[in-house]
């Protein structure tokens, strides 16, 4: 079906629970991320994104931003869920990641 609803996890053991979802696709939920760079205490997020309803595409699309609470950036992500051989969905992504810069010469190494 690949319904995003739910609690996801990757192999890293980051997890994502997607809360709601609405008839357009759109969802909410939190990520919490078992890997990070900072030495901040690693928060609970909110995610906020969107996808293709199931009901128009068998292996929907999706994308949705993280707004980190524990530190001064933004991750996108981009995917697509999957069904695979066994009927498990299977969600595969791309991600990418925006840290402030105090100065715009540093803009290089913020993505």
């Known amino acids: 079906q690949c319904f995003l609803t739910g609690l996801w ?3 890293l ?3 994502m629970t997607i809360t709601s979802m609405n008839a357009n696709g759109d969802f909410t939920g ?3 991320t078992a890997v990070s760079a900072t030495t901040k ?3 609970v997020s909110p995610v906020l994104g969107s996808q293709h309803v199931p009901a128009q595409l ?3 699309t999706f994308g949705f931003t ?3 609470n524990f530190s001064d950036s933004i991750t996108v992500f981009t995917g697509q869920c999957f069904m695979d051989d066994e009927g498990k969905e299977v969600l595969r992504t791309m991600w990418l ?3 402030h810069m105090d100065k715009h010469g540093d803009d290089w190494k913020a993505t």
């Open 58 to 60: 068998k292996q929907p």
């Open 9 to 11: 996890v990757n192999d």
């Open 97 to 99: 990641q925006r840290s």
């Open 41 to 43: 205490k690693i928060k």
């Open 30 to 32: 939190f990520y919490y």
């Open 66 to 68: 993280v707004h980190w």
């Open 13 to 15: 053991g980051s997890n």
